[in-house]
């Protein structure tokens, strides 16, 4: 079963790693923070390392915000939908009594009429 991968934000071509090792299964934090020192000096691990979590925070926040906005129209929609079959059932309510009072002149009418006091 392929496991679906999240979109992780760009960021800039210059960060002395590759973003995408955070998102493999095996990804092992101390190896990671061991081996950068050999191709690049703690301060700019730290800097980058630093630059891309304002990415990544910032990334969040957005997709909370849209998932919120998605989520709040869902709510809006259901509400109105659930107004809406309210709105058919009480219609088609009045009109079962509308026609059962219809039957019920016409009734009338055909006994007043057979005995002759119309």
Excluded at 17 to 44: G, N, T, Y
Excluded at 105 to 112: A, Q
Aim: proline share 3%; glycine share 4%.
């Amino acid at each position: 079963m392929e496991k679906s991968r999240m979109n992780l934000p760009k960021g800039p071509d210059t960060l002395c790693f590759d973003k995408d090792e955070f998102m493999k299964e095996d990804f092992d934090v101390d190896h990671f923070v061991s081996d950068c020192p050999k191709r690049v000096q703690l301060k700019a691990l730290r800097d980058d390392l630093e630059l891309y979590y304002k990415l990544l925070k910032t990334a969040m926040v957005e997709l909370i915000n849209k998932d919120y906005a998605d989520f709040v129209n869902l709510s809006t929609n259901l509400s109105l939908r659930s107004s809406v079959s309210e709105g058919i059932r009480a219609v088609g309510e009045r009109m079962s009594k509308q026609e059962d009072i219809r039957g019920k002149k016409v009734s009338l009418s055909v006994i007043l009429l057979n005995t002759g006091l119309w």
